[in-house]
Structure formats: C-alpha cells, structure tokens
C-alpha cells in the first residue's frame, strides 16, 4: 500500500511538475538565450528606438506562445470550451481556472526574459540614448556648433564602442543609463511578485470553497480523457485479437476452440498436457504450407470486416454444457442460439 | 531504488524539512542572484544613493514576498484562519505557530542578500563616497574643473578617467567597504545571539506541553490538506474509468444478460472472458464510431450511480425435479 502511495504520488505529482519543470527549462533557456543572441544596436538615430525596444518586446511574446504550444493542457481546455453541452452542463469557472494556470505557467520564460534585458541594460542603452543631455555628465563641448541632426546622429552612435570617440562622455552614459534600466527592472520584479502573492496568499480570503470544486473537475476533466484513450487503447486491442482470430477461423474453415476448458470431468489439469494442448491451439487450425500462405495472402488483399461474429463461440458453448446442466453459456445468452432448452431463475438483488 | 524511496519517505514525513531545504534553496538563489547581478554605480551625485540603498532594499522585499509564495505552510495557514468554524473549533495558537514559522523562514533570504551586499562593500561604497572627507586622502585630483562633490560621486567608477594614475579612489573605497564590513559582521552577530537567546530563554516562559500540541495539530492540519489532495486525485481516477466503461456499455446493441459461472462446472476465468469483458460490448467498427462521435457531441453525464451500485446478478441452478443444484442466495 505504502508503495502504490508512493508511487501515486510520484505519478500524480509528476504531471504538475512535468508541467512546471517545462516551465523551468523554457525560463533557462530564456536567459541563456539572452547571453548567447548578440545584440547588435544599428546606431542610427531612425531605427534604435524601434530595435531596442523590439528586442525588449517580441522575444517575450514568442515565449508566451511558445509557452501554450509546450502545455499539453491547452488542446483538454479548447475541447472543453467547444464542445456541445449534450448531456453535460458547463462550468464557465473551470474554464477560466485552466486558462489561468496555462497562462501563469506561460508567463515565467517572457518575464525571465524581460528582467535578463533589463537588467543588462544594453536594449535601454539602444533605445534612449539620442534622449540623453550630455551636459548632466560635465562640461562637454562636443556639442556646441553642432546642427539637431548632427547631434542626434551623435547621440545615436553611443551605445557602439567603436563609432563613438570620447570613452569619457560614453562611459558615463552608459553607466546612467544602465542604473535607470536597472531600476525598472526591479520594479518591474517587485510589480510582478507582488501581484503573485496578491493572487496566491490572498484568494482563501474569498472564493476557497469554489477553488477547491474547480480544482476537482478541471483535473477530473484532465484524467477522464486519459482513461478514455486508455480504455479505447485496451479496446482495440481486444477487438484486434478476436478479429484476426475469426480470420484465422474463417481461413482453416475448422471450428476451433481458443478456450483452454475442456469437459467438466477433467477436474485436474495436467501442466504439461495443459502446454501442448495449447501450442496445438495456438495453430489456430493452420497446420499446412498452402493454408498458411492463403492467410498471409488474404491478409493484404481481403481483409476481414470490422465485425465481430458471436453466434459461434455460444454455439460451441452450448454443445458442451449438455449435462445435467440447463443453463446458459458462460457469457452470452443470445435469442439466436436455442438448441437447448433453458430454464433458469435469476435473482436480483439491488444495493438499498 | 530503495534509498531514493528512503529519502522521499523522510520528506514525506517532516513537511517542516520541506519547507526548510526550500528555505535554503531559495538562500542560494539569492547570493547566485547577487554574484551575477552587475551592479553599476551612476557615479553621479543626485543618483548614487537612490541606486544603492534601492539596490539594498527592493530585491530583499522581492525575496520575502517568493519566500512566502513558495512555502505550503502559507496556504495552510490562510485556510485555517479563514475557514468557518463549522464542526471543528479553532484554535488560534496553531494558526500564530504557522505564521511565525512562515516568517522566520522567509526572513532568511532577504538577509542573506543584505548580509552578502555589506560584506561585499560596493553598496556602501557606492552610496556614502560622497560623505567622505577628502582631505583625509592623498592624491585627489583638483586640476579637472569638476566640484569635490562631483570627484567623490566618482570614486566608486575607478576606470574613469579623472583618477588616472592615483591612488585616491581605492584609498577612499577601502576606507567604505571597511565600514561596510563592519556593520554587516555586527548585524550578523547581532542576529545570532538574537537567535541564540530566543533558544535558550523562550523555555522558561511557555508550556512545553502546549507547544508540543500546537506543532502536533500544525503538522496535522499540513498532512490532512495533503492527503485530501491525493484522495481527490484517486477519487477523480475511479470516478473517470467509472465514467467511460459506463458510456462503453450503454453504446452496446444487444440486450445482454452477463450471469457468473456456475461454480461447479469450471473455477477458472478464461481468457477469453476477459477479451470479452474488455470489449464492454463494442464490437463493429460503426458501433465505435459511433461511440467516439457522441463523445464528443454529447458527453455523457458525471453520475456513475449505475456502474458504482450496479446490482448483483442472483442465480439459481434446478433440475428437471425442482431440485437446487446450485444457487448464489
């Protein structure tokens, strides 16, 4: 028991921190993606703004969507929004709880990425440094006499090391600007855990009953689908085996049993006996060259229909239960199959 | 197998391990976080002390508020102290055990930020080199044009070129991180005796007996919400078999009526009993498609009162003669 409990929990838990550990890479590769993508500020006063920010904008956006692509849960949510209501009513909580969590576990990589940026200061860099007053820095008269144009063009060229020719002015505006893009990136950090805990610690102020239903049927809803492939998976499996078998059946033309059971006097089975009888079963009724080919043959050019015959196994059945026995088949009692005359009570009890 | 199986027991158990390997986690997260910070004095006046004290303060802010977040005992907490009283009084000494512990736990980081921010010294450095006599130092330079307060907002940015070739920036940063040190071991210190006689004199002012009953119905309270979790989850998995098997056997054609064997004619369950039984009846390929079309268009309902409660089929063998042969009564 101790062990199905562990186990359980392992692969309870392990959906959700499949889910989160999906979420952890994609943050890693955030940054790493930041450290590795060389950013290239083109220093001309029309398109540094728009590449700064650009760079500071889109990657995130792609992270996000990259986000609800990874998340197996978005594909349960969409059947669950457009699905006819059928027998089953809706619940417009449970939806928007999915869309929640999907988009909370989406939002961790962009964030990573917006902060890595800021911190590093490069994007802010590219962008406002044609807003800078150079005079904030010292006396400088690198830019007295100089056309509006000229001097953006200037300003333009600061963030490249090597367009721009007073290290001096340059430092130090890298340095300002750098100090203002770390401030908001903390802030921007400081906003975004303080909405968290705004969200996590306080909900069980107000809505925990509801929370908890939702919580039940949205994984519900998660873990009914799953038993359904997995049952049709079985299904298909069993309706496979019984299929090729008819076949085989139908090939060799003999009526061969696939049940182990012999008559009722055989009380004791010999192991051995019990193996080989199997084996011989296993045949299926092909024992020759030519009936084999025929079956591979078929096979590929007529294969069976997709219809499971019945009246054969309880026919079998029936020859065999002649004792003193007026009963049915183990199985089916079809209106079909009469050879024998049945008498039997049955008895129902139910659960009250 | 067997020690991994061990060592997940041990957290299991002790969901106060838990919470203190997460505690210590996110310690390391943050001296990692300052070591890769690049911290970048302005070196002007008006900004370097904004910059700096900011820089001291809002990522330990930041970190306590992660530190709640990621605690469970937080939401155990919450639960507990809003929950209505229904059947079950409350006891207000668990609910201030659980806060106390949540916040001594998320205290720890935002103070391994500070402490490793004063012993390193460049905060400091950065915010007070303004306040530092200069006369005290050689080797600053007057022949920029620039006011003191200017050269001394400076200092913390060695490189820059109004200190080239002196030695008046280090001096004066040594002298900073000096202090810096100082106050950051005092701190440290002040901390561990704190800790130190909370330890050795809470015990002669509270009733061991009643706190050994507030830590028993805190950790209780914690493996409680757990196991109702896992049980939702095991709940939720029959309830969907249930479901499906439920909707598999109500898509079948034939009326069929499924009677147990007769005991004594065979006690073993055959395999094809079993292939049968997996079938739950579905045995055309337009019965299936059939079956996953209304799957989709029409779920069936979540009431498994059927399947769940489903009554047992009684049978009774006679013969010719009246005779019980056999019979489940």
């Not at chain 1, 979420?23 to 398109?47: D, K, R, T, V, W």
């Not at chain 2, 620039?146 to 280090?170: G, H, T, W």
């Not at chain 2, 939720?236 to 598999?248: E, I, L, N, S």
């Amino acid at each position: 028991m101790d062990k199905l409990r562990m186990m359980f929990q392992f692969l309870q838990s392990n959906q959700e921190s499949f889910m989160n550990g999906i979420c952890g890479i994609m943050a890693l590769a955030s940054a790493q993606m930041y450290s590795s993508f060389e950013f290239n500020c083109p220093c001309m006063p029309e398109y540094n703004y728009s590449y700064g920010i650009g760079m500071l904008i889109i990657p995130p956006i792609w992270f996000f969507m990259l986000g609800f692509v990874l998340n197996n849960n978005v594909s349960v949510l969409a059947e669950e929004w457009k699905r006819p209501t059928g027998q089953r009513g809706k619940d417009p909580t449970i939806l928007r709880y999915m869309f929640c969590s999907i988009t909370q576990r989406s939002l961790i990589a962009p964030a990573v990425w917006v902060s890595v940026t800021l911190m590093d200061g490069k994007s802010f860099l590219c962008a406002f440094s044609i807003n800078l007053d150079l005079n904030r820095f010292g006396n400088y008269s690198l830019l007295r006499g100089m056309s509006e144009a000229e001097k953006l063009r200037m300003l333009a060229r600061i963030p490249c090391k090597d367009l721009f020719e007073n290290q001096e002015i340059r430092a130090a505006a890298l340095r300002y600007i750098k100090c203002i893009s770390q401030v908001c990136g903390w802030m921007f950090l400081l906003m975004l855990t303080l909405t968290a805990f705004m969200i996590r610690a306080m909900r069980p102020c107000f809505t925990q009953a509801a929370f908890l239903k939702t919580k039940y049927w949205s994984h519900y809803i998660d873990i009914e689908r799953k038993m359904f492939d997995e049952t049709c998976k079985e299904h298909a499996k069993s309706f496979a085996k019984v299929c090729i078998q008819q076949y085989f059946e139908g090939i060799s033309g003999e009526m061969r049993s696939f049940h182990k059971r012999h008559s009722s006097t055989r009380e004791d089975d010999d192991d051995e006996e019990d193996k080989t009888k199997s084996d011989e079963e296993k045949l299926l009724g092909i024992r020759a060259q030519d009936d084999m080919n025929k079956v591979l043959w078929n096979w590929h050019t007529c294969k069976p229909a997709l219809t499971l015959r019945k009246d054969q196994i309880d026919g079998e059945n029936n020859g065999r239960l002649n004792g003193g026995v007026n009963g049915a088949a183990n199985g089916f009692v079809k209106g079909h199959t009469h050879e024998v005359e049945k008498k039997e009570w049955a008895v129902y009890y139910s659960k009250v | 197998m067997e020690r991994l199986k061990l060592v997940l027991q041990y957290f299991q158990s002790n969901s106060e391990s838990i919470s203190n390997g997460i505690c210590i986690i996110l310690a390391l997260v943050s001296v990692k976080l300052y070591t890769s910070f690049d911290f970048n004095c302005p070196c002007l006046p008006q900004y370097n002390k904004l910059y700096s004290l900011g820089v001291m303060i809002v990522p330990p802010i930041i970190l306590f508020f992660l530190g709640v977040l990621v605690n469970r005992h937080t939401g155990v907490m919450m639960d507990e102290w809003m929950r209505p009283i229904g059947n079950r009084s409350k006891n207000p000494a668990v609910v201030k055990y659980l806060f106390s512990a949540m916040l001594q736990r998320a205290l720890l980081a935002p103070m391994v930020w500070i402490l490793v921010s004063l012993l390193d010294g460049k905060i400091f450095v950065c915010a007070f080199s303004v306040s530092v006599e200069p006369a005290v130092f050689s080797g600053m330079p007057n022949n920029t044009g620039l006011d003191v307060i200017k050269i001394m907002a400076k200092v913390p940015c060695k490189e820059d070129d109004v200190f080239r070739n002196s030695s008046f920036p280090k001096a004066v940063s040594r002298y900073v991180r000096c202090y810096s040190q100082a106050v950051g071991w005092s701190i440290l210190l002040f901390l561990i005796v704190l800790g130190a006689m909370g330890r050795l004199i809470k015990p002669c002012f509270e009733d061991h007996g009643a706190i050994m009953q507030t830590r028993y119905w805190s950790n209780y309270l914690d493996v409680e919400q757990k196991l109702f979790d896992e049980t939702c989850v095991l709940h939720a998995r029959d309830f969907a078999r249930k479901c499906v098997v439920q909707f598999f056997e109500d898509m079948r054609e034939d009326t069929v009526i499924r009677l147990p064997h007769p005991t004594f004619i065979t006690n073993s369950r055959e395999e094809w009993e079993d292939e049968e039984e997996r079938l739950h009846g579905i045995s055309k390929q337009e019965q299936m498609d059939q079956l996953l079309n209304k799957w989709y268009y029409s779920k069936p309902e979540l009431n498994v009162t059927r399947t769940a409660y489903r009554p047992r089929t009684c049978v009774t063998w006679e013969d010719r003669d009246g005779k019980t042969l056999f019979s489940d009564v």
